[in-house]
C-alpha cells in the first residue's frame, strides 16, 4: 500500500488535480480566443503595447527599449509610489525592483481608451 504524508497547513487539502470551474474556465477562454483566431489576438495585444509605449513617450515618459511584447516599461522618479498612485486611480502596474521603472502588462483585452488614460495620468505619478 501507498503511504502519502499529510502536509502542513492548506496544502494538506489540496487535490492534485484541477477544480472543476477552473478547467470550466479554461475551455471557455479557449472558446474567446478562437473566435477571432490565435494569431489576430496576439497581433491585438501586442499592438495594444505599442499604443501605450508611444503614448507613453509622447507624454514625456522615458519608455524603456522592448521588442513585441505586451510588457511596456518607463521611468519614474519612484516606482512604489508612481505604482500605488496609478493603483488608487485603476490601473494595476508594477514596479521592477532595483530598477526606476513601472511596468504595465497589456493585452487584447485593453481598450484604447483604457490605455489612453494610462498614458496620459502615468506622467503625474512618475514625478
Do not use: M
Not at 29 to 49: H, K, N
Not at 54 to 64: D, M, P, R, S, T
Amino acid at each position: 500500500a501507498l503511504e502519502l504524508p499529510l502536509r502542513d497547513g492548506a496544502a494538506r487539502f489540496d487535490g492534485g488535480f484541477p477544480v472543476t470551474h477552473h478547467s470550466a474556465w479554461a475551455l471557455a477562454s479557449l472558446d474567446v480566443i478562437e473566435a477571432p483566431g490565435l494569431d489576430a489576438v496576439v497581433g491585438r495585444a501586442a499592438a495594444q503595447a505599442e499604443r501605450l509605449t508611444q503614448g507613453l513617450a509622447e507624454n514625456g515618459l522615458i519608455v524603456a527599449p522592448r521588442g513585441r511584447s505586451t510588457l511596456v516599461s518607463w521611468e519614474a522618479r519612484d516606482p512604489e509610489a508612481a505604482v500605488k498612485s496609478l493603483l488608487e486611480r485603476g490601473f494595476g502596474v508594477r514596479n521592477l525592483p532595483g530598477t526606476s521603472y513601472v511596468r504595465a502588462s497589456t493585452g487584447a483585452w485593453c481598450t484604447e481608451d483604457e490605455l489612453d488614460r494610462l498614458a496620459e495620468i502615468a506622467p503625474d505619478c512618475a514625478a
